[in-house]
């Protein structure tokens, strides 16, 4: 139902950008209906949305269109829908809905850059303004000061619906799950990344850079350019599947495997039910062809994490039984160096999970689908590698990487991984001089609250110096967040750096980098992560020294 009221403090997030109508619901609610659809679906100029706060003249005269405006709206909706239903019936049943047109195709893929325009309309001095999407309330909070209420809360840790449609694949794990599932959950898995168990995955880091190093190779003459993106994509889903379960999918070897299709198409499904509400509710979704991808995709993801686990338990309990034979998969499980044996993240949640006593099979599938200034950086390689330029780099090379970080650090502050974190609130909650009710759904734009020029002057330039340690003094805790914050941050944020310093140092000691697009020609789409649309071009040079 349409939120109207007649006094401000029944809900106070009401003030000039708010879609909020001070006067009687029942001259009202059909401008407030129409006006929120219009933040959502329409080009309708905005300047419509100021009639809440005009004459009561002016908004009874709106009041008495927007019926008649409504109505249009809802008769081409309704249209559509027919020729949707028309198309689906043309093509024999292989068609399904997401054959709408180009332009609400476009409005989907700006959805970021639409929030960004309306904080820079409205909200910019206290950090906080409210859209509608459907009869669904949001806020959209970028300053730290209305960050931190809602990240440091122990109260407001449930993500948000949105977050659902990852569920028929990861099931409600540590990224999904809330209460005292989460609780249990994020305590069972936190010694799974300690230091020293992450020390033991830099040798797949390396194994992984090598293999990225030596597929860029058939790069080097390319005067063109050509996309990193995929390049690095697939590197990642290599060390991802190795440290989660201790089992190669070789992505970068092969691509076209059915495990690695499987993994970008569900993450194509799910972007697609986020963005187009008429994939949204489970009854329509589940009369498309989406749906039916889905479920493929999910038997393959789930039989493959299903089938390493069983062989791992099985394998667990031969070795109490000192009955043990190496085979082929323990090989694959416990690759040694040395005397010392590499463990996975599986076998953390299987030494944790005895006869299931505290995660079942499902419990641990779910947990293993969830994980999954260039020559100043060449300078500190070469001082730390010295002359030995062919030795690998050890957890101790890496940790003194202090510029590469302040650069990756950088990078993350211009491009965050996920430029919005969405919580549920399930209680009233003081921001700033406003209380939110319960039942609305904070969106956290780290995109933006990135770029707060009062916290990082000239926001838009790369500037990797910001993360000396001199310069992070006194600077406000949620003033940068890119694995999140507060109790429900990334468990796995250690690993993340870590992996990234393996990868772009073993990249940097190889090849000189080259970029062909410049920042300002990317257009980025916010999907399950921030991603450019088109990919990333660059070029590579082999280095001489």
């Known amino acids: 139902m349409p939120v109207c009221v007649s006094n401000p403090a029944e809900y106070s997030v009401s003030k000039k950008a708010d879609l909020v109508c001070l006067c009687e619901a029942s001259q009202c609610e059909n401008l407030i209906l129409w006006t929120r659809f219009l933040t959502c679906y329409s080009s309708f100029p905005h300047f419509i949305l100021g009639v809440v706060n005009s004459s009561s003249k002016t908004r009874l005269f709106f009041c008495r269109i927007s019926s008649a405006l409504t109505s249009i709206r809802l008769t081409k909706i309704i ?100 209460g005292a599932k989460w609780h249990k959950r994020r305590k069972t898995l936190t010694p799974a990344f300690h230091f020293k ?26 005067e063109a350019g050509f996309n990193i993106f995929p390049y690095v994509t697939h590197c990642t889903l290599d060390i991802i599947c190795e440290t989660a379960m201790g089992r190669r999918v070789n992505a970068q070897e092969n691509s076209d495997t059915e495990y690695v299709k499987a993994v970008y198409e569900i993450g194509s499904i799910v972007q697609n039910r986020q963005a187009k509400i008429w994939l949204q ?41 000192n009955k043990t034979v190496p085979t082929e998969h323990e090989e694959e499980y416990s690759i040694a160096f040395g005397h010392k044996k590499r463990l996975a993240f599986l076998d953390l949640l299987l030494e944790a ?22 020559e100043k950086v060449r300078e500190e390689i070469n001082e730390i590698l010295g002359t030995d330029t062919e030795r690998r780099f050890t957890m101790k090379d890496l940790n003194s990487m202090k510029y590469l970080e302040c650069c990756i650090k950088e990078a993350l502050r211009l491009y965050p991984s996920v430029p919005v974190i969405a919580r549920q609130l399930n209680e009233d909650i003081k921001v700033a001089h406003y209380t939110v009710p319960a039942g609305t759904t904070a969106l956290v734009l780290t995109y933006m609250l990135h770029r707060n020029p ?13 993360f000396l340690p001199e310069n992070v003094l006194g600077r406000h805790p949620y003033a940068y967040i890119p694995f999140s914050a507060g109790p429900r941050n990334c468990i796995g944020q250690k690993f993340a750096l870590l992996e990234e310093k393996a990868v772009i140092a073993s990249i940097l000691r190889t090849y000189r980098v080259e970029a062909v697009d410049r920042r300002e020609d990317l257009t980025l789409l916010g999907e399950l992560i921030l991603r450019p649309k088109h990919g990333l071009r660059i070029k590579i040079f082999p280095r001489t020294t």
């Open 353 to 374: 999970s005895q006869n299931g006593a505290v995660l079942s099979n499902e419990d641990i599938r779910e947990e293993v689908d969830t994980f999954i200034f260039e």
């Open 79 to 178: 249209a559509a829908a027919l020729e949707l239903f028309h198309a689906y019936r043309r093509t024999g049943g292989r068609n399904d809905f997401s054959t709408l047109s180009t332009g609400l195709r476009r409005r989907t893929e700006e959805l970021l850059e639409r929030m960004m325009g309306t904080m820079k309309i409205w909200g910019r001095r206290v950090g906080l303004n409210r859209i509608w999407i459907g009869s669904l309330p949001y806020i959209l909070v970028f300053l730290p000061e209305t960050v931190e209420p809602i990240l440091s809360s122990s109260r407001h840790i449930e993500k948000s619906r949105d977050y659902s449609y990852l569920q028929p694949w990861l099931g409600t794990g540590l990224l999904t799950s809330a």
């Open 454 to 466: 009062e916290t990082f002057p000239q926001p838009e330039k790369f500037n990797p110096d910001r």
């Open 197 to 222: 168990i992450l020390e033991d995955f830099i040798d797949v880091f390396l194994e992984q850079s090598s293999i990225l190093a030596n597929k860029l190779k058939r790069e080097i003459n390319n």
């Open 281 to 321: 509710p489970d009854w329509l979704f589940r009369w498309t062809l989406l749906h039916k991808r889905q479920e493929n995709c999910v038997r393959i993801l789930h039989g493959f994490s299903n089938k390493v686990i069983q062989e791992r338990k099985e394998l667990l309990k031969l070795q109490e039984q």
